[in-house]
């Protein structure tokens, strides 16, 4: 009886093990900007949806890990694989600050409209692309206002996961804030003088880091959207998503984007990190960055392959 059993268990498991998988390496371009990328997909001889992820802040790469930061989620990847074993195509690319050949023209002039002309190109490279019947464009984390700033006829549902529903300036206060009532303010100063000087003449020594003198075209570029606005004009069908364990973005930003567009979809799911991980405790929430193999939460998958596929 248990070899029967067994027999039929391979008997169901086998058009899995058989499915093929396609994957192709790609640059767009963008000016003097490269942008590698891998899509990928099942064979399966039919037109398929197409997934094209933006990523968050930061150096990210097309797996979901930042060099110098030792960041080994592998997040986008997981995710890529995951959603190619529901038929369901992916793009994914190294982000600009992700690519050695382009730093040196980042560090001459970067603003944040430039991540959104690289999702441009990407979507105008796959717009005609005979292989796909429709375009979601995913944005997550910073890529989730990216994404809606981007938005075309070309694309036809719009995903945001955990994506700020505020402007990076409250943000980053009230981020600084949870550690340091005096620092926020310092933070909240140098905003407003940026603001109206477009420089900062004597930056605090610990928000260096952010408040660097490169990074002021960035942060004005960056700061002068606000998400909320943005979701109010989006036309599409949209799903929105954030997880409980997320400790970078609040269940409140989602609610934000949401009350922006009460027409979307909000999933709010439980267990789930800013990098889409599911997580039961803190500490498995802070291992989980340098840690692949944390697993994606079950329940992201099933929301978006069923939004994609409705």
């Known amino acids: 009886m248990k070899y029967v059993i067994a027999c039929i268990a391979l008997f169901f498991t086998l058009p899995f093990f058989a499915q093929k998988m396609v994957s192709e390496t790609l640059t767009i371009k963008n000016g003097k900007i490269i942008l590698p990328g ?9 037109k398929l949806p197409l997934v094209i992820f933006v990523h968050g802040s930061g150096n990210i790469d097309r797996d979901g890990n930042q060099a110098g930061i030792n960041v080994k989620a592998n997040y ?15 793009f994914r690319y190294d982000k600009r600050t992700a690519v050695p050949e382009n730093i040196k023209l980042l560090i001459k002039d970067m603003i944040y409209d430039y991540l959104v002309e690289d999702v441009k190109k990407v979507i105008a490279h796959f717009k005609n692309d ?25 694309i036809d549902k719009y995903i945001s996961l955990a994506g700020l529903g505020e402007s990076m300036e409250k943000t ?3 981020q600084i804030s949870a550690q340091s009532k005096e620092l926020s303010e310092t933070a909240r100063q140098h905003f407003e003088e940026l603001r109206k ?3 900062i003449r004597e930056v605090h020594p610990f928000l260096m880091a952010l408040f660097a003198a490169q990074n002021h075209k960035f942060i004005q570029s960056y700061n002068a959207y606000d998400p909320v606005e943005m979701m109010g004009k989006v036309n599409i069908p949209t799903l929105i998503i954030n997880g409980d364990a997320d400790s970078q973005v609040r269940i409140k930003d989602a609610k934000l984007l949401h009350k922006a567009k009460p027409d979307a979809k909000l999933i ?15 500490e498995e929430n802070q291992r989980s960055y340098y840690d692949e193999n944390y697993p994606l ?13 409705q």
Do not use: C
Not at 76 to 90: G, H, P
């Open 38 to 46: 891998i899509l990928s997909y099942p064979d399966s001889g039919k």
């Open 76 to 90: 986008i990847k997981s995710l890529a694989d995951t959603l190619n074993r529901k038929y369901i195509a992916f």
């Open 130 to 154: 005979i292989r796909f019947d429709k375009i979601i464009l995913m944005g997550h984390s910073q890529g989730s206002l990216t994404a809606m700033l981007a938005l075309n006829d070309a």
């Open 172 to 174: 980053i206060i009230r």
């Open 197 to 199: 000087t477009d420089t």
């Open 268 to 282: 709010i799911i439980p267990k789930m990190n800013h990098l889409l991980k599911e997580v039961n405790s803190i």
């Open 297 to 309: 939460s079950s329940v992201l998958v099933k929301e978006v392959t069923d939004f994609i596929k």
